[in-house]
C-alpha cells in the first residue's frame, strides 16, 4: 500500500512538473513571436512610418509565427537545412497574405538600404 501511494504521488509530481516545462516552452514562442512581429513592424515603419502594422495584423502575424516555430521544433534539430528552408518559405507566404502591397514594398525599401 505504502508503494502505490508513494508511486502514485511521484507520478502526479512529474506530470505536474512537465506540464510546467511546456508552459514555459510556450511562454518562450510566444515571446518569440512577439519579438519577431516587432522586428517586421520596424522593417516597415523603417520605410514609410504611415504604414505601421495594424493591431489586427499584428494578432494574425504573431499567430503564423507561433506555428512557424512550433513547427520548426517538431522537425527538430535534425532536419536539414532544406526541410526548414520549405517550412520557413511556406508561412512567410502566409505572411505577406496579411500584409499590404505597400507595406510589402515599404519592408522592401528598409532591406534595400541596409
Known amino acids: 500500500m505504502k508503494k ?3 508511486l502514485s504521488i511521484l507520478f502526479i509530481g512529474l506530470s505536474a512538473t512537465g ?6 516552452a510556450l511562454k518562450k514562442i510566444e515571446k518569440k513571436a512577439t519579438e519577431l512581429v516587432e522586428k517586421l513592424n520596424k522593417e516597415i ?7 505601421a502594422l495594424s493591431d ?4 494574425q502575424v504573431k499567430k503564423i509565427q507561433i506555428e512557424r ?10 532536419a ?8 520557413n518559405k511556406s508561412f512567410y507566404k502566409k505572411v505577406f497574405k496579411v500584409l ?15
Not at 516555430?69 to 535534425?78: H, M, N
Not at 536539414?80 to 517550412?87: F, G, Q, R, S
Open 4 to 6: 502505490l501511494v508513494f
Open 19 to 24: 506540464f510546467s516545462q511546456s508552459k514555459k
Open 45 to 51: 515603419t523603417a520605410g514609410d512610418k504611415n504604414l
Open 56 to 59: 489586427e495584423q499584428k494578432a
Open 69 to 78: 516555430i512550433s513547427g520548426l521544433r517538431k522537425l527538430g534539430k535534425e
Open 80 to 87: 536539414t537545412k532544406e526541410e526548414k528552408k520549405k517550412l
Open 100 to 114: 499590404s502591397k505597400e507595406q510589402i514594398a515599404a519592408r522592401k525599401k528598409s532591406k534595400t538600404k541596409k
